[in-house]
Every structure is written in structure tokens, then in C-alpha cells.
């Protein structure tokens, strides 16, 4: 094992780059964020899952800067049902708290925006306004904004996007007493994410195609969010009695996009700089901490087992190539699920991508050797991949399955089995009912 000499630079302080962080420091390794604070208004939903995970990891302050839990009401091809629920997050106030509770957990921040990042003979070198900070292994967290993995792209393939779709936002004042909600609504020319957070601020944030030529200028923007909102009946309703903060209209790119390479020997792109969920799907913070999550032990490998690099970009490549197809198909079953405008070249060209039709999951389940995080390290086990977990599953509780599977068919029981691997009866029971479930131990 070869430890590593120095310092960790974290660029950016999303979720990815915070989870990553956090869990770097906990393996004992020594992390500093470099990151700017959000310039413009972003409100998004979060779901349940990345708040369990903000729990489970200990992210308290994270935790108290979420806005109400709401039912997110959905228009959606004719149909208006209540779809499912979400906590209404100011990203502004969310991602200050999630830099506070990293700083709690003995991340080192430091303020600043990164205009230039040069590798040298030996070191990354990181410049933001007058500093230069050296590190000897570098993740580039910044987002939508990294521009790491893209420097280094071999080729046109390693970029992966979905037609170009950008989201344009303006912010309203509502009376107070208009209580919290979210709803979606589709329309010819795209779609729309309305929020109210119940303390007298509204915002409408509508996803439109961005081809080349397709925005307005700057100038040009806010008269363009007008048309766009006569256009969307929903909008009348949800903007009765509103009145904008501006005339400002903020854009964000929102397409689905894949960036490769992931990594090196010595640098390693986490949450969207490397994948990039489309916002409909509502799951990108929770990608984002899982990214930053899977990342640790990857870094850990990359700086203490170097030899074992090819296996830990493995690892990390398959988990983004597996949730980026995913994702996208999903992404165009939904896009697809409205009917009602199917020549608007909006709906067309997302209903069709990507290309192709979803692969079969397996209809045989096998074992076979993947990498896997064990110990804080991607390790090569024998893990038994099934329909529902193409990917495979090594452990269960604790339990190695394939090493279990072998015992069973030799003849012995929980009991005894639960004294080899040296763990409790109850671990080993249920690893046994996941492969008995599947049918996999006759
Ligand atoms: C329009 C839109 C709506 C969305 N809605 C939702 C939603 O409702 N629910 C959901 O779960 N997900 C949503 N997402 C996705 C979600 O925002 C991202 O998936 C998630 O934030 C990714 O986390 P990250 O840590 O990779 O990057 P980010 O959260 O983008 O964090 C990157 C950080 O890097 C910093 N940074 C960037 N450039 C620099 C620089 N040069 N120097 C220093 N720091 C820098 C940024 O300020 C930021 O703090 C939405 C995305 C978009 C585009």
C-alpha cells in the first residue's frame, strides 16, 4: 500500500463534491473545496431518498435548510393527478449548508472561483483570483461547469448529450398567504416546473429546446419567457396575483449528457461533470451524492493501490454508463407518455431519443468477477448477476453471496453459516431469503 503524499482539491461544493470530500476526510485522506457560492436563483425538489441519505450521513444543517414537503401536481398528456412529493430546496441556502456541515466534518473550504486548472510535472495547479493552490489529485466537482474530463476527451464519442435543452427562470412576489406547492405542465413548446414556497416567492422555470439560434439574446429574454408563458395555460392560474421580482430571466443548460474520460491516475470527475441527469427525472441531487459517494473508494484506490487503477475507472465508468442509459430511457418513456404534440419538434426529437430500444435485462443469472467496494477499496469478487441486478451484488448484510450460495448447495444451514463468515444468524438468513426469492439456490 502506498500512502498518498499530499492534499486532495475538491473543485466545486455541490453534493458531489461535498459527499466526496466528507468521505475523503473520513478514510483519513486530507480534502480542500474550492468552490464559489451559486451567482443566480435556482429552486429545485428533492425527493425522499437523497434526504435519507443526508440523515444517514450526518449532514444536520443540510437537513433544517429544506423548504416544505409538497405533492408535486403533474399535467401531463390530458391528464392532472398529484404525481408524487417533493421538499422544495433553495439551492442557494442548500448548498451553504451542506459547506457548513463538510466544514463541521473537517473539510477544509475555501471561497473562491477557479478560472484555471494546469497540470504539471508533478502536481495540478489551481489557480482562483490571485491564489494558486498545488494538489496531488484533483476532482473536478463543478458541475455543468467542470471542464475537466472534457479537456481531456480522446474523441467526439466521449460526449454524450441529449437534444439541447435549456431551463429559463424568473422569480415572483406572492402574497403570503398562498401556501406551498409544486406542479409540472406540459406544453407545445416544452415544459414547466412551478414553485411557491409558502413565505411569498413564486418561481416558473420553463424547459425549452436551445439548438443553435433556437434562445433569444440576453435582451431579448424576457419577452421570450412572455410568449412562452401566454403559450401555457397552467400558468395563468399559478401567476394570479403574482407580480416578478424583474425582468430578469436566468438560463441554465439542462440536457442529458455523459463526459469520458472519468478519471486518471491522478484526477477523477464526480456528479454532473461526468453525468448529467435530465432535471425531469428529479434525481440529480440524489446522483449527485451517490457519485460523490462511489467516489471514495475509487480515490482511495487511485492513491494507495495505483496498481489496481484500470479496475477502479472500471468501476466508476460502468456505474455512470449504467445510470446514464437508464436515465435516458426512462427519460424518453416519459417523453414519449405525451401524446398531444407530436409533430412540435420539441416533443419529437426527445421521444425518439436516444436511439434504439432498451436491452433485455438477463434472463439467466450467472456469476462472474465485476469490481466492488469492499473495505474502502474497488476490489475484483464473484458476484451473482440476475435480472434486477445486471450489475450484480457481491454481499448482502455482509454476506459474500457467492461463498454463501457454494455452502448451501454443500448441504450446510444458517447456523453453520453464519459461524464461517462470523457474523449473526440473522445476516445470513437474509442473504439466504435474497437468493431463495431470485430462485438461485436450487
Ligand atoms: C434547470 C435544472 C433543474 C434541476 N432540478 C432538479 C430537481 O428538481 N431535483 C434534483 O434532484 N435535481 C435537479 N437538477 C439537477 C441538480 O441540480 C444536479 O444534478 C446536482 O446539483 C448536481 O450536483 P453537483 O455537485 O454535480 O453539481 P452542482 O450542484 O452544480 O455543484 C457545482 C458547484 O461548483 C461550483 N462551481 C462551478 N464553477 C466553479 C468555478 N469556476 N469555481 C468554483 N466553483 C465553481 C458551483 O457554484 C456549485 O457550487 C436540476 C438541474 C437543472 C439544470
Redo the contacts with the bound molecule.
Sequence with gaps: MRLPSGKIVI????????FCACGLVELGLKAVI??????FP?W????ER?LNSLRHFGFPQTVASLGPLVARKSHWNGNAQIQNR?YI?N?QTF?RALLRDAKAKGVHIIE????KVVRGAEKWHIS?GPQTLTADFLVE??????RLGRARMAGDDDHVTAPATS?L?KSYHVPFGHSAMTSVAAFPAGWA?YMRDGQGTAIL?I?VSSEKGELPSKEGLDQYFSRLTDQLPEAEVWLRDAQAHDNKVSV???AAMKTLPVGGDDFLV????SL??D?L????????IG??LSAVPVINTLMRRPEDKELALQFYRERIDFAFEGGCLMGKEFYASEQRWPEEAFWKRRSIWPPGEEPPPPQTTKTCKRPVVRDGYIELEDVIVCADHPRGVWQVDGVPLVKLLDLIRGGSNDDDNATEFGVDKAQVTSARKWLTVRNITG
Design positions: 473543485m466545486g461544493g455541490g453534493p458531489a463534491g461535498v474550492i468552490t464559489r457560492p451559486r451567482p435556482a429545485e425538489g428533492m425527493s437523497p417533493e430546496l439551492r448548498d473562491g472561483r477557479i478560472e482562483y466537482a463543478r458541475g455543468r461547469e467542470s431551463a427562470l416546473w422555470q424547459f441554465r443548460t439542462a464526480v456528479g454532473d461533470g448529467a441527469l432535471p427525472s428529479g434525481n440529480g441531487i440524489f446522483y449527485a457519485s460523490g
